[in-house]
């Protein structure tokens, strides 16, 4: 085929890493076509990062060999890097330059002629609609925006092929929406070919193609919804009434045929392991025993994260104590286990945190949405103790957990944004130290560690450096940590950040059957899907809250004949709209 | 304060630097390397320096000076010239250190009775070496002069000073660097150990993940400086058995005095570093923050200057450098045999260096955490 833009005949890539070797790659082939975006799909250290370097040229591969628009990257790599822009999940903007000098320093260093840059510039500002912003500091820019000038730095030269790593992770979903109009725009009009790998599986939707990729092997190639089609009649909704979703998620996914359940709306949206009709289904006993409402079940149109689910998904061997006692819909004891007070934080002139009020309830999973660098996280370190207010007052459990006294801290579990365990220590180790930090010991920790390395599967990496473990087994590990001393509040900073759907799902799994056992959660997330998981969230936007309630509420605010059934990310734009109009509005 | 709390988290903090092969082996080979190296360069002593000599004489008394400058083991002639045109180009091209010109009529004279004249031509960049050789070069001439008039008869000089040196007796400038680079290297390892600590947590994320643990800043405090007192304390021990052993100063004095210095002095140091990774985010940052009071600390402590030849400022701001005191400990305890009473002046500044600087990262744990 002479019109591919990629061609890679059986590459394989080892790394070699503690005397072990590690096949990143093994035997893939694949083309892409010219003209095309296809979506480079997996869970993580799938190989993915390690395919578009092999593509760049940045990595040598073991064996096979890869073309670009006809070269052979291999001899020779610098020709195909004249003909390809790659932007690496973390680009190299430096922050103390002006995004202007940025494009500068781009343009020099792709040898960019004098005399063709100015051009560029305006069109790419236009496009990416940042022309605004050009003397402004890239530190200074939104996750959103710093992707755009990413985008538009890679894009200087208009290469023939585009490779994207990750481009759209932790950024706002308007920016999200306008990083894929542009890539859209750039192949439509300029017909370059473009791979981008995501964790996004509505995102793989939007690709012509998707190549899936697992364990460095090719799983499969198409288009995403030929990939989609044979699990049609195998997906459904359920709801039963009086039933919280969360408890009819936990049912169902430990119910034998079930091979995947997940929250969606109201109720919960499953794939059989087999094709059925929607009267066959055989709901277990639990739910059906009681006087509940009415049970629906409606067949729905599959999609390509079912395709990926389906084809990866080893039914969980989770085996939870199924102890689905508290089916009542009560909420427990209305007592608010949290409570924010007009909560501010500033650095300097900056707001990172304006006036935030808001309060969590016992046994409740309340969320904290927003893009990155909304203000969550500060919000949270707040929270926690780690960082001193501003103004405002907070308490946990009726106390400041920055003054209140140390045992406090025993009370809650925290698990941080990046993986924050301790690399050289080994899963072991870190266990035993932090539950001795806080302050378990003899009999009690031993079976405690027992529980941890039983529950979160880690029997196999028992000694293994926590550095080493697979991305997925890092965060149990970190999960297991901050539960070791069964805290009775649980503060989560974007668990799932990074994090493929799998091991997503498994670690709301966890999550939910926390709640339901009275452990009340805080979590905050970007992933706008994960909202549905939450009793209550609020959505925050450069430091202020744009809307608090119950998903249903969210989503309810953005219903309208466009959209009947709108989902939480248009909840999420719509609301960002109508603050903007606001917004304009005051000024004006 | 929980103990089992901080027992686990000092156990962690060896793990973590024991376990990694690289920053076990930092701990280990560079400290013993760097004492045997510097023990073995570090000196004042000047040794075979190549000299030039320029005799315009040819007398017997020239001739006889010379063999006593080819005696020394000071110094080794390297060129005889002839003329005074190649004088200049020698210690130019640093090829002889100095020039000794002796005048053509220096037989002539010493037989008069009067004196003979030598002229010396030193290179004076480097001059504490130049003023040394200078120094050797007297002290060679006075002999020559004794040995002389003894031969000749004459009793000429009325007075002869005989030098007795008390605690060095072979005036050895290794006997006075050596048990300060013990100081110096305990200083470095236990500062970089303690400076990264926290930085490494910090810029790792785990140092959020510890403080919303029940353990008290201070007992996080303890915890981290165990490590770094531990390191020291057995660092010290092996370099104290290289010095005596291999480099063979006597330790005169109370080995437990001298331990007692050891701790407070690392227990300063500990702060000191603590306080470093406190204000650090980076661990970049932590290294060049504890250079930046190592450098300073070493040369205003009386390491190879004395602080008296400093002007008063800066002699008040070596007050505040705990190795001032560990370096008149060290060298008390190996040279003049001093014990507990002599040395409780040094003994308490550290403590309270230690106290001050211990509280105020422990302050800093809590305050900088962004």
Redesign the interface.
Same mark, same amino acid.
């Given at each position: 085929m002479s019109d591919a833009a990629l061609k890679l005949s059986s590459v394989s890539k080892l790394f070699e890493s503690h005397g072990r070797v590690i096949k990143a790659l093994d035997d893939v082939s694949f083309e892409i076509q010219a003209g095309k975006v296809t979506g480079l799909i997996g869970p993580d250290g799938a190989g993915k990062t390690t395919l578009m370097r092999l593509i760049s040229g940045l990595l040598v591969p073991a064996s096979g060999a890869i073309e670009v628009v006809g070269i052979d990257v291999i001899s020779d790599p610098l020709a195909v890097q004249s003909q390809l822009g790659y932007m690496p999940q973390r680009f190299g903007l430096y922050d103390d330059l002006t995004v202007q000098q940025n494009l500068d320093l781009y343009a020099d260093l792709q040898n960019i002629a004098y005399k063709d840059r100015q051009p560029r510039f305006d069109q790419l500002m236009n496009m990416t609609g940042m022309s605004p912003f050009t003397k402004r500091l890239a530190g200074n820019l939104s996750g959103g925006m710093k992707q755009k000038l990413g985008l538009a730095c890679t894009l200087l030269r208009s290469p023939k092929l585009l490779i994207l790593d990750e481009p759209t992770v932790g950024v706002d979903p308007v920016s999200r929406r306008e990083l894929w109009e542009i890539i859209y725009q750039q192949v439509s009009q300029v017909g370059m070919s473009v791979l981008l790998s995501t964790a996004y599986m509505d995102e793989a939707e939007r690709c012509d193609e998707v190549v899936l990729l697992h364990e460095g092997k090719l799983l499969m190639q198409g288009k995403p919804k030929d990939l989609s089609q044979p699990l049609s009649g195998r997906t459904f909704h359920i709801s039963v009434e009086g039933v919280r979703h969360r408890t009819l998620q936990q049912v169902l996914s430990n119910a034998p045929d079930v091979l995947d359940a997940l929250i969606e709306g109201e109720g919960v949206r499953v794939v059989m392991e087999q094709v059925v009709d929607a009267k066959a289904i055989v709901l277990p006993q639990v739910l059906t025993q009681e006087t509940h409402g009415t049970v629906s079940i409606d067949p729905v149109k599959p999609r390509f994260e079912d395709a990926f689910i389906a084809r990866l998904k080893t039914k969980s061997t989770i085996t939870q104590q199924t102890t689905i006692a508290p089916l009542s819909v009560s909420s427990s004891a209305d007592k608010a286990v949290i409570s924010v007070d007009n909560l501010t934080r500033t +650095?300097g002139e900056f707001i990172a945190v304006n006036k935030i009020s808001f309060n969590v309830k016992k046994g409740e999973v309340f969320g904290l949405l927003g893009a990155n660098g909304a203000g969550k996280s500060t919000a949270f370190?707040m929270l926690?103790?780690?960082?001193?207010v501003s103004s405002g007052k907070v308490s946990v459990a009726g106390l400041d957990?920055r003054v209140a006294a140390?045992?406090?801290?025993?009370r809650?579990g925290?698990m941080?944004?990046? +993986?924050?365990?301790?690399?050289?220590?080994s899963v072991t180790?870190n266990l035993? +130290? +932090?539950s001795?930090?806080?302050?378990l010991?003899g009999k009690q920790q031993k079976q405690r560690l027992a529980w941890a390395i039983t529950t979160f599967e880690l029997e196999n990496y028992k000694n293994t450096?926590a550095g080493n473990l697979p991305l997925g087994y890092k965060q149990r590990l970190s999960f297991a940590?901050a539960l070791m001393h069964e805290p009775e509040i649980l503060?989560l900073d974007e668990p799932t950040s990074g994090v493929d759907p799998l091991a997503r799902r498994e670690f709301w799994e966890r999550t939910n059957h926390l709640a339901e056992m009275g452990v009340t959660i805080l979590v905050t997330t970007h992933f706008m899907d994960e909202a549905n998981y939450c009793d209550h969230l609020v959505i925050m936007e450069a430091g202020r809250i744009l809307a608090a309630g119950t998903p249903l509420d969210m989503k309810n605010l953005a219903r309208n004949d466009e959209q009947p059934d709108p989902s939480m990310e248009d909840a999420f734009i719509y609301l960002l709209n109508s603050n903007d109009q606001k917004h304009q509005a005051v000024i004006a | 304060m929980n103990i089992a709390q901080i027992i686990a988290l000092a156990k962690k903090e060896f793990l973590a630097l024991l376990r990694d092969s690289r920053s076990r082996m930092v701990l280990i080979a560079p400290p013993i390397f760097q004492m045997l190296i510097f023990g073995f360069a570090a000196s004042y002593d000047i040794n075979n320096v190549p000299i030039a000599v320029y005799n315009q004489d040819q007398g017997v008394a020239s001739r006889e000076y010379i063999s006593k400058l080819n005696g020394s083991p000071n110094f080794e002639i390297t060129t005889i010239i002839a003329k005074n045109a190649e004088i200049a180009p020698l210690i130019n091209n640093r090829e002889v250190l100095l020039v000794v010109n002796i005048e053509p009529n220096f037989s002539d004279h010493i037989a008069q009775g009067s004196s003979g004249g030598i002229q010396v031509i030193l290179d004076g960049r480097n001059s504490n070496t130049a003023s040394i050789a200078m120094n050797y070069l007297a002290t060679l001439s006075i002999a020559f002069n004794q040995k002389w008039n003894e031969d000749h008869g004459i009793t000429g000089t009325n007075v002869a000073l005989s030098g007795r040196y008390w605690f060095n007796e072979n005036l050895q400038s290794r006997w006075f660097i050596i048990p300060g680079i013990l100081g110096m290297l305990i200083l470095v390892v236990t500062l970089l150990v303690t400076a990264l600590s926290v930085a490494r947590e910090r810029e790792a994320g785990t140092f959020d993940q510890l403080l919303v643990t029940p353990m008290r800043p201070v007992e996080i405090l303890i915890g981290k400086a165990i490590p770094g007192i531990v390191v020291g304390i057995i660092e010290a021990t092996i370099i104290l058995v290289v010095i005596v052993q291999l480099f063979e100063i006597p330790l005169r004095g109370d080995i437990g005095a001298l331990y007692l210095g050891i701790v407070l002095f690392l227990l300063s140091a500990t702060g000191v570093g603590l306080m470093i990774s406190a204000i650090s985010v980076t661990q970049q940052q932590a290294i060049l923050g504890a250079f930046l009071f190592l450098v300073p600390a070493v040369i205003l402590s009386g390491f190879s200057t004395p602080i008296a030849n400093m002007p008063e400022v800066i002699q008040w701001l070596t007050y505040l450098n705990p190795l001032r005191y560990f370096l008149i400990i060290v060298r008390g305890v190996f040279l003049e045999g001093n014990s507990y009473g002599l040395l409780i002046d040094q003994y308490w500044p550290m403590l309270i260096i230690s106290i001050v600087s211990l509280m105020f990262s422990g302050w800093l744990f809590k305050h900088r955490m962004y």
């Open positions: +650095f370190r926690c103790g780690l960082l001193p957990l140390a045992d406090a801290r025993r809650i925290y941080a944004q990046k +993986f924050s365990l301790y690399s050289d220590l180790q035993n +130290f +932090f001795s930090a806080y302050g010991s450096n940590a503060f | -």
